[in-house]
């Protein structure tokens, strides 16, 4: 069984691509910047240096892509964009994540036909 | 001179320990992440940052440990399925292509891969590695170096003499299949970083040429350095480095750890940046002797 930490972290490693493709589709972004608004989403980030490997295997799928800028009265920075590919990918998810949260939470409420005979059986109030 | 977060001791042993906890990994994987965690800290943290924000810093990064074991992940579900999905794309595409373009696509994708190969193969060849053995190079240097023992390791630590030139001789080794190149110390924004940080001007480096001793022979003192300098495969060089010391250790007890030295190496067409790691052997000790002698609010202080 998973225990409670591994179930949350595992729930985390697998909606952070997605996460971090989210927030690109609103605009480029360096790498701290994200760190910050992945991190102001609580509990989507648990350390920030995983987010460079993700980044980088992103980009290696073609979903992103990064560049260096060098504002005026900045410190040249990397900044990561989102693709074409990287948009249908979160386009494709979203539709999926709805279906899949609604499916999980009626599980996990018993609101399923055979969650409800269940509960029925146990004794659960509903 | 304001310091970058590189410069703090607690930094640079992290960067360590993620060098160790990355080995294994191809260089240019390795390389860029270092780079990714060294910019991000910089951005991170303010210019003259204090231990603890320092330390703060460090923590919410995550071990190097776990951070190698990120970067050894293989690809998520979703992106291995737009993966797979694109692969598809391009299969029926070539399915549907006329025999002459096929035969064609085939020559193409096979001279890709063949140069992509050996692209590959000289992109991740082993990077120079420290040969086990290091002194100062200046008799001065050498006659007060203090030997001690932490934590299992033996430490060798030698007096700062600021404004003047200090240098070590190193042993090195070149561990790959092929030849590799010593072009020269790294810069950043212009400034030496041949251990990480700043407070090392005037960067010289020579790498020994094999028979060709000056005259004499017996000591180091007796050996010709060169540079560029190319090592064959699996071959012991010394490599000479002196600079002037422009840092300021300031109090008794003060000092600076010298744990990896960074160098240009050239692999076939590329070069890139080595690390050498060094261990924690060597440091320079505080306080520095080069008070600023013109009258200001610097009189007498550490420059």
Redesign the interface.
């Known amino acids: 069984m998973v225990g409670e930490g591994g179930a949350l972290t595992e729930l985390r490693?697998?909606v952070l691509?997605?996460c971090v493709l989210a927030l690109l589709e609103v605009r480029p972004r360096?790498?701290?910047e994200l760190?910050r608004d992945l991190a102001a989403a609580d509990g989507l980030l648990?350390?920030?240096?995983?987010v460079?490997?993700?980044?980088?295997?992103?980009r290696d799928?073609?979903?992103v892509t990064s560049e260096w800028r060098d504002d005026e009265g900045e410190?040249a920075?990397?900044y990561y964009s989102i693709t074409e590919?990287g948009k249908?990918?979160v386009k494709a998810?979203r539709a999926d994540w709805a279906q899949f949260a609604a499916t999980v939470g009626a599980v996990l409420n018993h609101a399923t036909p055979g969650g409800a005979l269940d509960a029925a059986n146990n004794g659960d109030e509903r | 001179m304001s310091r970058t977060a590189v410069d703090h001791g607690d930094v640079r042993v992290y960067l360590y320990r993620l060098d160790i906890a990355m080995r294994g990994l191809p260089a240019v994987?390795y390389r860029?992440?270092r780079d990714?965690?060294i910019?991000?800290l910089?951005?991170?943290l303010p210019p003259e940052a204090d231990d603890q924000q320092v330390a703060a810093a460090l923590s919410?990064?995550?071990s190097p440990a776990?951070?190698a074991a990120?970067?050894r992940?293989d690809?998520?579900?979703?992106?291995r399925a737009?993966?797979a999905a694109?692969a598809r794309r391009k299969w029926a595409l070539i399915a549907g292509a006329r025999t002459r373009t096929k035969v064609l696509a085939a020559v193409i994708v096979l001279g890709l891969v063949t140069g992509g190969t050996y692209l590959g193969v000289l992109l991740s060849a082993p990077l120079i590695e420290f040969g086990d053995s290091s002194v100062p190079w200046y008799t001065r240097d050498a006659s007060r170096q203090v030997f001690a023992t932490a934590d299992g390791a033996q430490q060798v630590t030698f007096p700062i003499r600021s404004g003047q030139r200090q240098g070590f001789l190193f042993g090195i080794y070149n561990p790959s299949n092929f030849t590799e190149t010593v072009r020269g110390p790294v810069t950043i924004y212009g400034t030496n970083a041949i251990f990480g940080g700043g407070g090392f001007d005037k960067v010289e480096m020579g790498v020994s040429v094999p028979n060709r001793v000056v005259a004499g022979g017996g000591t180091t003192r007796d050996v010709a350095f060169t540079l560029p300098a190319s090592i064959p495969p699996h071959q012991y060089r010394l490599l000479r480095i002196t600079w002037l010391s422009t840092m300021c250790l300031e109090g008794k007890g003060s000092g600076f750890l010298i744990d990896n030295l960074y160098i240009r190496v050239r692999v076939g067409w590329f070069t890139r940046t080595d690390v050498i790691h060094l261990g924690f052997g060597w440091g320079l000790s505080g306080p520095s002797t080069h008070p600023d002698t013109q009258p200001g609010p610097n009189y007498n202080k550490c420059l």
């Not at chain 1, 648990?46 to 995983?50: I, L, Q, V």
């Not at chain 2, 690809?75 to 992106?79: A, N, S, V, Y």
């Open positions: 490693r697998g691509a997605p360096f790498g701290l760190v648990t350390s920030d240096g995983t460079y490997p993700l980044l980088n295997r992103l799928a073609e979903l410190r920075r990397r590919a249908q990918s998810f | 994987q860029e992440l990714q965690i910019a991000h910089d951005d991170a919410q990064l995550g776990d951070l990120e970067a992940a690809f998520g579900p979703t992106i737009v993966l694109s």
